[in-house]
């Protein structure tokens, strides 16, 4: 099973799965795999996230959590240890724009490094983090309980919309001062979580949402395929059309090449969509 895939620059592709990290390199057909005896504190890794070049993988119920990778072997990242009674509940790592680390909980809240230690920072009471996303405006969480903004100003995470309280949000994208959310039963936009002004965007389960090299949004839909939004049309790939073979989709990724990569739900494997249009 995947959960997150790091595409780089160089044309790699990094992805957690619950049996370690799989590495392609540009033009390779053979994956390489890390696992304990590479270095990895635990195979079941939750998120990879590409930090200016440093490679992070966070995992859960290991002994510590958090590793970087240093070319040829994971290891312990150089930050203090994280909380133990964290470390079943590790969700998302993110650096926002003043240059701090942050990780996000699935029991609620987040750890932020200060310093020589991790500050908890709880968001809206128990709020669970589902993903990060670096802002012009500051770092937003995707939450259980709606879409919240931490800035520097506020010193604290403050809701983002006015409404959607307690709609889960799985993703959240900001696109001209826009939000674009993906929730459990469709897309919201906006600052007052209205619903799409489009029909045809998708109301099923949204699990996320990536932006494209030409502006295009694509939304990945738990059961119901893929879809991309752009200029107020919609383009939509279900089963039985070109596209991933299978519907039920957890992540969308757009990469630096302009390669869109999917996640299945429950399945090993990735799908590629390449610049010129075809999957594979």
């Given at each position: 099973?995947?959960s997150?895939?790091?595409?780089?620059?160089?044309?790699?592709?990094?992805?957690a799965?619950?049996?370690?990290?799989?590495?392609?390199?540009?033009g390779s057909?053979?994956?390489?795999?890390?696992?304990?005896d590479?270095?990895l504190?635990s195979e079941s890794?939750?998120?990879?996230?590409?930090?200016?070049?440093?490679?992070w993988?966070?995992s859960i119920?290991?002994?510590?959590?958090?590793?970087?990778?240093?070319?040829e072997?994971?290891g312990?990242?150089?930050?203090?240890?994280l909380?133990?009674e964290?470390?079943?509940?590790?969700?998302?790592i993110?650096?926002?724009?003043?240059?701090r680390?942050w990780?996000?909980l699935?029991s609620?809240?987040?750890?932020r490094r200060d310093?020589?230690?991790?500050?908890?920072?709880?968001i809206?009471?128990?709020?669970?983090?589902?993903?990060?996303?670096v802002?012009p405006?500051?770092?937003?969480?995707?939450?259980?309980?709606?879409?919240?903004?931490y800035?520097?100003?506020a010193?604290a995470?403050?809701?983002?919309?006015?409404g959607?309280?307690g709609?889960?949000a799985n993703?959240v994208h900001?696109?001209?001062?826009?939000?674009w959310?993906a929730c459990?039963?469709?897309?919201r936009?906006g600052a007052n979580f209205v619903?799409?002004?489009?029909e045809?965007?998708?109301?099923?389960d949204v699990t996320s949402v990536?932006?494209?090299?030409e502006g295009?949004?694509?939304?990945?839909?738990?059961?119901?395929?893929?879809a991309?939004f752009?200029d107020?049309?919609v383009?939509?790939?279900?089963l039985?059309?070109?596209?991933p073979?299978v519907n039920d989709?957890a992540r969308?990724?757009?990469?630096?090449g302009?390669?869109?990569?999917?996640?299945?739900v429950?399945r090993?494997?990735?799908?590629?969509?390449r610049?010129?249009?075809t999957?594979?």
């Amino acid at each position: 099973q995947v959960s997150s895939l790091v595409a780089r620059a160089d044309g790699s592709v990094w992805v957690a799965t619950d049996r370690g990290v799989a590495h392609l390199d540009a033009g390779s057909t053979e994956w390489t795999i890390y696992g304990h005896d590479q270095g990895l504190d635990s195979e079941s890794v939750v998120h990879l996230y590409d930090d200016d070049g440093v490679l992070w993988a966070l995992s859960i119920n290991g002994e510590r959590g958090l590793d970087v990778f240093d070319g040829e072997r994971w290891g312990a990242a150089p930050v203090p240890a994280l909380p133990p009674e964290t470390l079943s509940d590790l969700r998302r790592i993110a650096r926002d724009r003043a240059g701090r680390l942050w990780i996000g909980l699935s029991s609620g809240g987040t750890l932020r490094r200060d310093g020589r230690e991790w500050q908890v920072h709880r968001i809206d009471g128990d709020a669970g983090v589902r993903d990060f996303e670096v802002g012009p405006r500051g770092l937003l969480a995707a939450t259980d309980q709606g879409v919240y903004r931490y800035t520097h100003q506020a010193a604290a995470w403050t809701r983002a919309t006015r409404g959607g309280e307690g709609v889960a949000a799985n993703d959240v994208h900001e696109k001209d001062e826009r939000l674009w959310i993906a929730c459990e039963g469709g897309v919201r936009h906006g600052a007052n979580f209205v619903e799409s002004e489009s029909e045809e965007l998708p109301a099923y389960d949204v699990t996320s949402v990536a932006e494209d090299r030409e502006g295009g949004l694509w939304f990945g839909m738990a059961g119901a395929g893929l879809a991309r939004f752009e200029d107020g049309q919609v383009t939509h790939w279900a089963l039985g059309r070109p596209g991933p073979a299978v519907n039920d989709l957890a992540r969308v990724v757009a990469g630096p090449g302009g390669a869109l990569w999917v996640l299945p739900v429950g399945r090993a494997g990735v799908y590629e969509r390449r610049p010129d249009g075809t999957w594979q």
